[in-house]
T-cell receptor
Framework: EDVLTQSPRALSLSPGDRAILSCRAS???????LAWYQQKPGQAPRPLIY???NRATGISDRFTGSGSGTDFTLTISRLEPDDSAVYYC??????????FGQGTKLEIK | QVQLQESGPGVVKPSETLSLNCTVSGKSTIGYHWSWIRQPPGKGLEWIGD???????TYNPSLASRVTMSIDTSKNHFSLELKSVSAADTAVYYC???????????????WGQGTLATVSS
């Protein structure tokens, strides 16, 4: 079974900082099929990145996806208070058609 | 703009069947795969399964024995049934559109707001 492990599980940073969120796959995956989502309390997840590096429509260039193979990263630069959320990575194409990481909770204080 | 809206009972008794409906507006269900994803309170996301507009389905193996999905393209909606529910099935259930072609392939682009289904006697 394909497993996505996100780290850190929680992160607390200040406005203006840069956040680096990691998503590691248990086996090599195609970057084409790696996506990132942002979820705020009481809301549905919002698409951020698809194909590992491509921003979804309307997403700020402060959000950057990178990586390949088993290691993928979401970098959020110039943090703003509104970036406080849980971030999930997601993969298509494993033994379970879609799988998610367990999430990283980002707090901006 | 594509919009998805879940509907269904908020409370289901243990051992009974949870039935949810998702109404799609702004775009036809034809040509797309449609998923159900759930999130237990305070926990992460779990993909339940999907249905193509033709009616072809793929389920998460962990839930396959209890899940049935259906679609009615004439009414632009699709449905989820989850049998023999227990407290572990208490979650927010989202209906979601998949991108099964083009550069977004393998991701989800439109989500419903989610509906909380609580299993309780």
């Amino acid at each position: 079974e394909d497993v996505l492990t996100q780290s850190p599980r929680a992160l607390s940073l200040s406005p203006g900082d840069r956040a680096i969120l990691s998503c590691r796959a248990s086996q090599k995956i195609r970057g084409d099929f790696l996506a990132w989502y942002q979820q705020k309390p009481g809301q549905a997840p919002r698409p951020l990145i698809y194909g590992a590096t491509n921003r979804a429509t309307g997403i700020s260039d402060r959000f950057t996806g990178s990586g390949s193979g088993t290691d993928f990263t979401l970098t959020i630069s110039r943090l703003e208070p509104d970036d406080s959320a849980v971030y999930y990575c997601q993969h298509y194409g494993g033994s379970v058609r879609y799988s998610f990481g367990q999430g990283t909770k980002l707090e901006i204080k | 703009q594509v919009q998805l809206q879940e509907s269904g009972p908020g409370v289901v008794k243990p051992s009974e069947t949870l039935s949810l409906n998702c109404t799609v507006s702004g775009k036809s269900t034809i040509g797309y795969h449609w998923s159900w994803i759930r999130q237990p309170p305070g926990k992460g996301l779990e993909w339940i399964g999907d249905i193509f507009f033709t009616g072809s389905t793929t389920y998460n193996p962990s839930l396959a024995s209890r899940v049935t999905m259906s679609i009615d393209t004439s009414k632009n909606h699709f449905s989820l049934e989850l049998k023999s529910v227990s407290a572990a099935d208490t979650a927010v259930y989202y209906c979601v559109r998949e991108r099964s072609s083009g550069p977004h392939f393998g991701s989800f682009d439109y989500w419903g707001q989610g509906t909380l289904a609580t299993v309780s006697s």
